[in-house]
């Protein structure tokens, strides 16, 4: 059964303050590693596909980075607009395109 | 570009009611669709998948069930439900082992 546990459950920040979101998983052949940004009472929003070990995706002020049992999400010098919560999830070689989501991150950034 | 749809955005119900959540995907052809829930906001449970029209796959044993009655239709029901039927539930869309984009989500509680 595939697993994803991500780390800190609550992360809060200075505006400016660097940082970095883990995620941990297990599955029987990784096929993706996906990672979403969910405002209050919205739809998940997506960010990054990550496919295999050493891949690296960036955007904005984001930066998502793979290796064979976990991902980071890098926040560099956030703003109070990246007040989210981060959703990681991943999809193995048995599930076709099922997603196993990991509980999430609530970042708060402070002005 | 692709949109996904859904209706009704909150919904409050009396236990014992039945339940119809609809969504729609606009822009692309014979997609996955999936229903999630989210339960206290954070990780999100797949309920259902569909590969196509009248094909769905139940995930968990529950008080639902769902419908794909049309290829970018997806509807969510109950005959009857429950207090812990209450929840944000969530469609999403896909190709084979690519992202997949949500919508905007409804808000269901069941008094």
């Known amino acids: 059964e595939d697993q994803v546990t991500q780390s800190p459950e609550a992360l809060r920040l200075q505006e400016g303050e660097s940082s970095s979101l883990n995620c941990s998983y297990t599955?029987?052949?990784?096929?993706?590693l996906f990672w979403y940004r969910q405002d209050p009472g919205k739809g998940p929003e997506f960010l990054f596909t990550l496919y295999s070990a050493g891949e690296e995706k960036e955007k904005e002020r984001l930066k998502a980075t793979l290796t064979k049992k976990e991902s980071f999400l890098h926040i560099t010098a956030p703003k109070p607009e990246d007040s989210a919560t981060y959703l990681c999830a991943v999809t193995g070689g048995t599930s076709y395109g099922k997603l196993t989501f990991g509980q999430g991150t609530i970042l708060t950034v402070h002005p | 570009s692709q949109t996904i749809h859904q209706w009704p955005a909150t919904l409050v119900q009396p236990v014992g009611s039945p339940l119809s959540l609809e969504c729609t995907v606009e822009g692309t052809s014979n997609p996955n669709l999936y229903w999630y829930r989210q339960a206290a906001g954070r990780g999100l449970q797949l309920l259902f998948y569909?590969?196509?029209?009248?094909?769905i796959s139940s995930e968990v044993p529950q008080n639902l069930s769902a419908s794909r009655p049309q290829d970018r239709q997806f509807i969510l029901s109950s005959k009857k439900l429950l207090l812990s039927d209450s929840g944000f539930y969530l469609c999403?869309?896909?190709?084979?082992?690519?992202?997949?984009?949500f919508g905007p989500g409804t808000r269901l509680t069941v008094l």
């Open positions: 999403a869309w896909g190709r084979g082992l690519r992202e997949q984009f």
């Open positions: 599955v029987s052949g990784l096929r993706g």
């Open positions: 569909s590969v196509g029209i009248g094909q």
